[in-house]
């Protein structure tokens, strides 16, 4: 039996996708119009945020956020390192400086004691990323007084003990490449806030810094959702609770499969839903299980085993910093299959041959 790391098909979708692409097709609006505001209010809705603004990616959502907050060159923002590259690219694309922080190994989330001792005389924003889907504990970064940027690319449709992420911050960003929780056919993103300030600041700045495209108030960017991927969207985000709940739902069959006996598996949070955008365990010897996985069929993968401070092109960011909870983390972590569509056959699969390899392997 062959196990992919993920497997996700939208096969279920395709006639309504190419329905919503004709539609978009026949009325010749590709550049923000009736979807793109359409989606923005539905995912505004869904998140339960005052406002949302479709953006081209994941990546730009975040510069977005952080340029509306005012941040630039001579700010530090707080960002962890244990994350995807681009949580900290945004930072340093806006000439500010990411100032790295620890994580927590058992949730893979910074916490209130990492971002305080992050903290400068500059600090101008916090970048709380929702990693893996484990929603950060956002609410208990409020006693900073610093504005807090959500980066939900993980975690579209979780929540923390405040609500759903997206509105637990000051303002968040999300991403729906393909592969995140809420995919589209391509690259798209989005941001929202309850502050109607922000938001107007936002979609200012994703269309060159200009309401009316006559007058330029900002220096901006082009990053706009095309229209395409909004009735896409608008197609795909009714599934995306089902999605996140056979997530969980898979996650709750490993441990009832005895996993936990095996590795250490991912925290549940205290409040609110992890949506396991993957499923990553921890054990010490993970390469060797990893190959002898692999020997069985199943695909294993660590992540972040670079974190980013340690990236060539971070490394003048964080010259000496020590951060043993992401070297930990990038250690010992190893993310197995997981998916809306993964079976409980698999599922058995992948810890009968995890318990196979560490008898094997014990020393
Ligand atoms: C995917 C991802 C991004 C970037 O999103 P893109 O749409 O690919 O630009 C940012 N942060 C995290 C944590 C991500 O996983």
Request: hydrophobic share 45%.
């Amino acid at each position: 039996m062959q196990v992919p790391l993920f497997r996700f098909t939208l096969a279920p979708h395709h006639r309504r996708l190419i329905a919503a692409i004709d539609r978009v097709v026949a009325s010749g609006r590709f550049i923000l119009g009736p979807e793109v505001e359409s989606f923005e209010r539905e995912f505004a809705d869904y998140v339960g945020a005052r406002h949302c603004v479709g953006v081209a990616n994941g990546t730009e959502a975040l510069m977005l956020s952080l340029r509306a907050l005012g941040v630039g060159p001579g700010d530090d923002v707080v960002v962890p390192s244990f994350t995807f590259y681009a949580s900290a690219e945004a930072v340093a694309a806006i000439g500010a400086r990411p100032v790295f922080c620890d994580i927590d190994p058992t949730t893979f989330c910074l916490t209130p004691e990492t971002v305080r001792s992050a903290l400068t005389a500059h600090t101008r924003a916090i970048v709380a990323v929702h990693l893996f889907g484990y929603p950060a504990p956002v609410e208990e970064l409020a006693e900073f007084g610093v504005p807090i940027v959500e980066d939900a690319a993980q975690a579209t449709g979780g929540s923390g003990a405040g609500g759903r992420v997206g509105t637990l911050g000051t303002i968040a960003a999300f991403s729906f490449f393909p592969s995140k929780n809420l995919p589209c056919l391509g690259d798209g993103g989005a941001v929202t806030t309850d502050d109607p300030e922000l938001a107007d600041r936002v979609r200012m700045l994703r269309h060159h810094g200009s309401r009316d495209k006559t007058t330029f108030e900002l220096v901006g960017f082009n990053s706009r959702l095309d229209a395409l991927q909004a009735a896409v969207l608008r197609e795909l985000l009714p599934q995306l609770d089902g999605w996140n709940a056979a997530r969980r739902s898979a996650a709750a069959r490993y441990r009832d499969l005895g996993l936990d006996r095996q590795v250490t598996v991912p925290s549940e949070p205290p409040a609110g839903e992890h949506v396991y955008h993957l499923y990553v365990v921890r054990h010490p010897r993970r390469d060797v299980l990893a190959e002898a996985l692999r020997e069985q069929g199943i695909e294993a993968r660590s992540y972040y085993a670079q974190p980013i401070h340690r990236q060539p092109a971070m490394r003048s960011y964080a010259p000496n910093v020590a951060l043993p909870g992401t070297e930990e983390a990038a250690r010992s972590n190893l993310a197995l299959p997981m998916g809306p569509e993964l079976t409980a056959a698999e599922s058995e699969h992948v810890v009968a041959a995890i318990e196979r390899a560490l008898a094997a392997t014990t020393p």
